[in-house]
């Protein structure tokens, strides 16, 4: 069994006899078309360790607490593990292997010790001409911390190191203990499981026995995990599966049924990755078609646009229409010490989109607790850069908080990593009401007269200025639906003041503009305004007409927050930093979130339409 | 020698797309497939077979089913030689200035348009640059290519966002002329539909073929997720510039003339061979097309080789294709997804090279390097 993992071409040969046989008249279709073969494909979810990866993890942890530096091999030969002593004993990987603030040293193990071949000694200025006349050995490591090959030469007879090499985008091989944990992983999770049409295998030998298995390379390009890809061949079904053994996880699955001759399929011709899964599954789930979600009194739509974030449509609450749609419509990033450079970001869709930034995940709904007790849900989309996050490159997220009460908040919040310490990320959200009727007011804490609560009407397009006047209840403006002389609902509008997490006020420009034809935002906007503009120019302004319309027909508002990020320690905000913990470097990260919270007012039946805090 | 075994893997990919394609090729008009043929090495054997598991077993399918019983057979007689020795500098740079080093630029992030650069040797950063104030007037632009006469051909092409390539105004052709440097609106190429949000792209690259004095164009405009409608159009210079022939539903990318067999096997039997080397912008595969002596099309393209599953990513496009003096292929690679996200810093672009070999007579792999 083992041997055939050392033989993966044999594995290939003996499931391609099943599957490449087929009758050559399947593939000599009628009319150059072809049905169509869909891969199918799934993301994993969130799952509990399995017992092999839980052992795997303690075998680590028992390594380090052994004081080792470097989790070794067993069951090698004399000269392999003679080897393997004298580099895991060399002072230059003590030195070199750092140790968390959590205390645990980076994780580093031992993936293969070879006997050097003639071919490495090729070079006459290699440092190992003395291997030509005595054994050596190189013995080769992964770090999994910084996702690079450490590779040792060692001379056996004078018991040194020779050289040290360190190797970053290098496949390794993988060795067996790792092949098997990858399958095992692998045959556990809950996608294998379906992909093989619920029936799995109870254990790793019943699917070796069942199925015709080998280990493929493959990439994990956002992580940067060293991640593998088992493939499955049972009955009909071909199944490529991605582990990352970094995280000792599933990424995801995808798999065929083969027999038929289908069109050459773009996700097919491409090696199956941890990016290319990703992008194909929220391609299909969730940029081509709107997914429905129904909690706590909410009913909404949502899906990712190709230019303005993740939107929400016909969100009602308690059967009532509340909002036709809210967006992010563009991400404006200019930098303080450097005039006129920044960025203007579009997130969206991960392909066939003008987004610069791409999800990396599919969108997550989450509950909202206060005091243990579940109050509300969040619905987020993480938008990140290939590189995030290192410098220049984005993360940024965009969030629906919905509660029980009838309070929303949509949010948009950055996460660095930009190109420096002075950078303001200015997100432009656009948040249209259902329906018509609606009647704006503004918070002014001059008061005309003992009966002037303070607020003052907004009957037309206009503009408002950053970080405004806010009320004892936190609102800068309200808002009310009439029909009929009844007030059908309303709410407070309250803005970031410091109140919310992860947040330093929004110092936010708002718009308001009556609701129009296309071209303003009831479809996909491109580019909004310019990335680097201090003032209120941020693009929403093009849209208030001259003269002003009036906002009584439906109003569209514009609420353009302004966080300017931070990087001094302990203070960080709109940033992220790569750390070592648990033995594996994450980001650290520190976001910044601005986003107006909606309250419902209680409706009065007084003819004005001023409403008050319920 | 596991360290080899993820070029082998991979080699042994490339080998699926070419003998597949030899395979389809051989068969005769109106003939079944013959995949248990016996002259099938069982190496040949394991990449087919190799393929029904990826997926690849398709494509023999596909491209065999593709082809109609008239069109001849494309098999390499030798390594592929370039058709763009003849493109000359402008004279318009004789007078600015310049030293040695300069050279043309879309992709200096602080500018808009082309610019002509020159960087310090050693420090490898940029001292100078000069541009024609036509040159920044019609937004991003991205691939260029010289003529025989100096004239320069440009195509736009947004970058990070659309505030300055309005996606109606994506499927222009610009030329700069070699002596004056001025910029002008030479085509607004034909295309399936126009570029929009959800896809912003229209021209992808452009190559200049000095055996017919005309451009090769690639065009991705109007595709969709599920529907390639892309075209691969060959633009004459003269008399006038005017689209003379095109290759419909394509989603192509980087793209050269070649000519093989003549140039650098000069009696081979089967000399004279012409085509098109054209990736795909859809995933990592260059496809062969072959075109008549006057740089007309024939058939559709084929699948020659490759790069998927190599490099630091695995999934890189072929964005230009380069043909040295030997005949060796320098596919430069990037990500590409049909978006607007730009290459990390950290992902710096990446050559692949493969060389002929003469005993397999294919392209085989050699390396790749960032």
Do not use: F, N, V
């Given at each position: 069994m083992l041997h055939f993992f050392r033989k993966p071409i044999s594995a290939i040969v003996l499931l391609a006899l099943l599957v490449g046989?087929?009758?050559?008249?399947?593939?000599?279709p009628a009319d150059g078309l072809t049905s169509p073969n869909p891969l199918k494909q799934a993301l994993a979810g969130q799952s509990s360790d399995s017992e092999s990866v839980l052992a795997y993890r303690a075998l680590l942890q028992a390594s380090q607490a052994r004081g080792e530096v470097v989790f070794a091999l067993e069951n090698l030969s004399v000269p392999a593990a003679k080897a393997q002593a004298i580099a895991l004993a060399h002072p230059v990987l003590r030195e070199r292997v750092p140790v968390g603030a959590d205390g645990v040293r980076a994780r580093v193990e031992v993936l293969s010790v070879d006997r050097l071949r003639e071919s490495d000694l090729a070079d006459p200025s290699s440092p190992h001409q003395s291997c030509k006349n005595t054994e050596c050995q190189r013995v080769d490591l992964y770090d999994f911390s910084s996702s690079r090959m450490l590779s040792a030469v060692v001379n056996l007879q004078t018991e040194k190191v020779l050289s040290w090499r360190a190797l970053v985008g290098q496949q390794p091989e993988i060795p067996e203990r790792l092949t098997r944990l990858a399958l095992e992983i692998a045959r556990s999770s809950p996608e294998v499981k379906e992909a093989l049409g619920g029936s799995a295998p109870e254990s790793f030998e019943v699917l070796m026995a069942n199925t015709k298995t080998s280990l493929n390379e493959t990439h994990c390009e956002r992580s940067q995990h060293l991640c593998v890809a088992p493939t499955f061949v049972q009955g009909n079904i071909a199944i490529w599966a991605i582990v990352d053994l970094t995280d000792l996880k599933l990424v995801g699955v995808q798999w065929t049924e083969h027999g038929q001759a289908g069109p050459l399929s773009d996700a097919i011709v491409a090696v199956p990755s941890e990016q290319s899964l990703s992008d194909a599954v929220i391609m299909e789930k969730y940029c081509e078609r709107n997914t429905t979600l129904t909690k706590l009194g909410w009913r909404l739509d949502y899906m990712l646009t190709a230019s303005d974030g993740l939107q929400i449509s016909g969100v009602r609450f308690n059967e009532r229409s509340v909002l036709t749609s809210v967006k992010l419509v563009d991400w404006h990033v200019s930098y303080s010490e450097r005039e006129g450079f920044g960025y203007a970001d579009a997130v969206g869709c991960p392909s066939f989109s003008s987004a610069a930034v791409i999800p990396f995940q599919a969108p997550q709904v989450t509950e909202i607790k206060e005091a243990g007790l579940v109050v509300g849900f969040r619905l987020q989309q993480e938008f990140r850069s290939l590189g995030w996050p290192g410098p220049c490159n984005y993360s940024y997220q965009q969030s629906y908080d919905f509660y029980q009460d009838g309070r929303f908040r949509p949010s948009a919040a950055s996460i660095g990593a930009g190109c420096g310490n002075d950078g303001t990320y200015r997100p432009l959200l656009r948040i249209e009401p259902a329906g018509a009727g609606w009647a704006m007011q503004e918070y002014s804490p001059?008061?005309?007269?003992?009966?002037?609560?303070g607020f003052n009407d907004v009957t037309h397009e206009r503009w408002f200025d950053a970080n405004g006047a806010v009320d004892a209840a936190g609102a800068r403006f309200t808002l009310a639906q009439r029909q009929a002389g009844q007030v059908l609902q309303g709410f407070k509008i309250v803005p970031g003041r410091g109140q919310f997490k992860d947040s330093r006020g929004d110092f936010e420009y708002v718009y308001a503009t009556a609701?129009?034809?296309?071209?303003?935002?009831?479809d996909e906007l491109p580019t909004l305004g310019s990335c680097c503009n201090t003032d209120y120019r941020q693009g929403p302004e093009q849209f208030i007409d001259q003269p002003a319309q009036a906002l009584d027909q439906g109003l569209v508002i514009w609420y353009v927050p302004q966080m300017k990020n931070e990087l001094n320690p302990g203070r960080e905000y709109c940033w992220a930093n790569p750390v070592l913990e648990n033995g594996v470097v994450n980001p650290k990260r520190y976001p910044c979130e601005a986003g107006p919270m909606f309250v419902p007012v209680e409706k009065k039946?007084?003819?004005?339409d001023r409403v008050s805090p319920t | 020698m596991s360290k080899n075994r993820a070029r082998a893997r991979v080699e042994l990919q490339k080998t699926v797309t070419l003998e597949a394609q030899k395979l389809s090729a051989t068969i005769k008009p109106n003939a079944q497939p013959k995949r248990t043929e016996k002259r099938i090495t069982k190496r040949i054997t394991v990449a087919v077979l190799l393929s029904a598991l990826l997926g690849l077993g398709a494509s023999v399918a596909f491209w065999t089913s593709k082809r109609s019983p008239s069109e001849p057979a494309f098999i390499l007689q030798g390594p592929l030689s370039a058709r763009n020795g003849c493109r000359r500098p402008p004279t318009f740079f004789n007078g600015l200035g310049f030293g040695r080093g300069v050279s043309l630029s879309t992709?200096?992030?602080?500018?808009?348009g082309i610019a002509a650069v020159e960087f310090d040797s050693n420090t490898k950063k940029r001292i100078r640059y000069w541009q024609h104030p036509s040159w920044s007037k019609f937004g991003q632009l991205s691939a260029f290519t010289l003529d025989r006469q100096g004239d320069l051909y440009v195509i736009p092409a947004p970058r990070v966002n659309l505030a300055d390539n309005p996606p109606a105004l994506q499927n222009r052709l610009y030329r700069i002329d070699a002596s004056t440097g001025e910029m002008q609106l030479a085509l607004a190429f034909p295309v399936a539909a126009a570029a929009n949000a959800r896809n912003p792209y229209a021209g992808m690259a452009l190559s200049y073929d000095c055996n017919t004095h005309s451009l090769w164009l690639s065009s991705v405009a109007g595709s969709e997720p599920s529907r390639e409608r892309g075209k691969i159009l060959r633009i004459q210079l003269q008399p006038s510039i005017a689209v003379q022939d095109q290759l419909d539903d394509f989603d192509g990318f980087g793209i050269a003339a070649f000519s093989a067999g003549s140039t650098l096997q000069a009696g081979a039997d089967k000399a004279n061979q012409q085509g098109l080397l054209i990736a795909s912008a859809r995933h990592g595969s260059v496809l062969l097309q072959a075109m008549n002596k006057d740089g007309s099309l024939q058939g559709r393209p084929l699948t020659m080789l490759s790069i998927a599953g190599l490099g630091p990513l695995g999934n890189d496009r072929v964005r230009k294709i380069d043909i040295g003096s030997q005949g060796e292929l320098l596919l430069h690679g990037t990500p590409f997804n049909f978006n607007l996200a730009q290459p990390s810093a950290q992902h710096a672009a990446v050559k692949y090279r493969f060389a002929w070999d003469s005993v397999t007579r294919q392209y085989q792999f050699v390396d790749w390097q960032q």
């Open positions: 046989c087929k009758p050559e008249a399947s593939m000599q001059i008061k005309t007269s003992a009966s002037d609560i609701k129009a034809a296309a071209g303003e935002g009831s039946s007084t003819p004005s | 992709a200096e992030r602080d500018l808009i």
